[in-house]
């Protein structure tokens, strides 16, 4: 699917407006005339993208996280699939580091379920593609029935989500150390847990 340019060039102007003025005030307080003029972008153009700011500012972080979060490489063994999830995981939270203060400003407004509702819905489907790849990949103790693995994909999300929320509110930016973390609560039969 090719992207169309200009709405690259306007979703890019909108997201950097959006990032300018929650320097300085809460999500609530930005409305979308004042985003639009900020932007260099036209109401009814903005109105293409999203119904408003905040449904702008969840769309925006999730497809980036949908596309930071893709998973990346061969799992053949335990190993592979160790090496690639970890990469993702540390890759996710490196640019959250360099996000949290829009994901707080997200985080402490109205919009607050449903960037998780979104997030943890992209971390989901996410989760699923990579039990899948355990299970054709004959890894011992991942989920074989269809079931069992949309459960776990759930469970993960919910996990993952729940520790983004508590890394994003912290000062902390050791992504290495915040992925240990992670790796610590998944269920021992998750690869690289070990």
């Given at each position: 699917m090719?992207?169309?340019?200009?709405q690259?060039?306007?979703?890019?102007?909108?997201?950097?407006?959006?990032?300018?003025?929650l320097?300085d005030?809460p999500?609530?307080?930005?409305?979308?005339?004042?985003l639009?003029?900020?932007?260099?972008?036209?109401?009814?153009?903005?109105?293409?993208?999203?119904?408003?700011?905040?449904?702008f500012?969840?769309?925006?972080?999730?497809?980036?996280?949908?596309?930071?979060?893709?998973?990346?490489?061969?799992?053949?063994?335990?190993?592979?699939a160790?090496?690639?999830?970890?990469?993702?995981?540390?890759?996710?939270?490196?640019?959250?580091?360099?996000?949290?203060?829009?994901y707080r400003?997200?985080l402490?407004?109205?919009?607050?379920?449903?960037?998780?509702s979104?997030?943890?819905?992209?971390?989901?489907?996410?989760?699923?593609t990579a039990?899948?790849?355990?299970?054709?990949?004959?890894?011992?103790?991942?989920?074989?029935?269809?079931?069992?693995?949309?459960?776990?994909?759930?469970?993960?999300?919910?996990g993952?989500?729940?520790?983004?929320?508590v890394?994003i509110?912290?000062?902390d930016?050791?992504?290495?150390?915040a992925?240990a973390?992670?790796?610590?609560?998944?269920?021992?039969?998750?690869?690289?847990?070990?």
């Amino acid at each position: 699917m090719t992207i169309d340019p200009r709405q690259a060039r306007t979703s890019a102007a909108l997201r950097a407006a959006l990032v300018r003025l929650l320097a300085d005030r809460p999500l609530a307080a930005v409305s979308v005339a004042e985003l639009c003029r900020e932007a260099g972008v036209h109401r009814t153009t903005f109105y293409k993208h999203a119904a408003g700011v905040d449904e702008f500012a969840v769309a925006m972080l999730t497809e980036e996280i949908d596309t930071i979060a893709a998973i990346e490489g061969d799992v053949r063994t335990e190993a592979d699939a160790a090496r690639v999830y970890h990469a993702v995981t540390r890759r996710l939270l490196e640019w959250l580091a360099g996000q949290r203060e829009l994901y707080r400003a997200l985080l402490e407004s109205s919009a607050r379920g449903a960037l998780r509702s979104a997030l943890s819905d992209v971390l989901r489907r996410r989760a699923h593609t990579a039990l899948q790849q355990l299970a054709d990949a004959g890894i011992s103790g991942a989920p074989r029935s269809a079931r069992d693995r949309d459960e776990a994909a759930a469970f993960i999300a919910g996990g993952l989500v729940g520790a983004m929320d508590v890394w994003i509110r912290e000062d902390d930016v050791d992504a290495a150390a915040a992925e240990a973390r992670i790796f610590r609560l998944m269920p021992e039969w998750w690869p690289g847990v070990h």
